[in-house]
């Protein structure tokens, strides 16, 4: 036992006695220290995952997993390190999951990426000086049909 700790036992007993460890623990900061936690665990989640191989490639976004097997083993146990940790405050300081929502999380990101689609057209690129008028000729049409898209899709989602 590491002098100043209490040990799991004592603090299941001030637990039980005062109605959790922090009962004064305001909705605020619950709040707060919930939302930071699950950025962590999700930001955890990829590193697991470029840790176990991943590599994803589309046509313009690529990753290269650069890791080497002794950094994924390292990685692993760190991230199983922190999850335990994760997990003991979730349960000492009662934190209740929020799951996101798959379809608001592609709705939002549809509307981000629709403003920044629009601003590759002719219009906006004009404010980092002229474009060729061939580019906007070319460039214009098929920006506007990623635009259709994106709003399909979030069209899509909207609907049971």
Not at 5 to 31: A, C, V, W
Not at 105 to 134: H, N
Request: glycine share 4%; proline share 6%.
């Amino acid at each position: 036992m590491v002098p100043g700790y209490r040990t799991m036992n004592e603090d299941q007993e001030i637990f039980d006695k005062k109605g959790g460890l922090f009962p004064n623990l305001s909705e605020s900061h619950r709040s707060r220290i919930r939302i930071t936690l699950s950025i962590l665990d999700e930001a955890l989640c990829k590193f697991t995952e470029w840790a176990q191989g991943r590599e994803v490639r589309a046509i313009l976004y690529a990753e290269e997993n650069d890791l080497s097997p002794r950094q994924k083993e390292e990685i692993l146990a760190d991230v199983d390190g922190t999850r335990q940790i994760i997990r003991e405050l979730r349960d000492k300081l009662e934190l209740e999951a929020n799951p996101r929502s798959v379809v608001k999380t592609i709705q939002a990101s549809c509307y981000i990426l629709w403003v920044d689609v629009l601003e590759m057209t002719g219009k906006y690129l004009r404010g980092f000086g002229e474009p060729p008028p061939e580019l906007v000729n070319y460039l214009d049409p098929n920006a506007h049909q990623i635009l259709k898209y994106l709003d399909h899709i979030k069209a899509l989602l909207l609907k049971p």
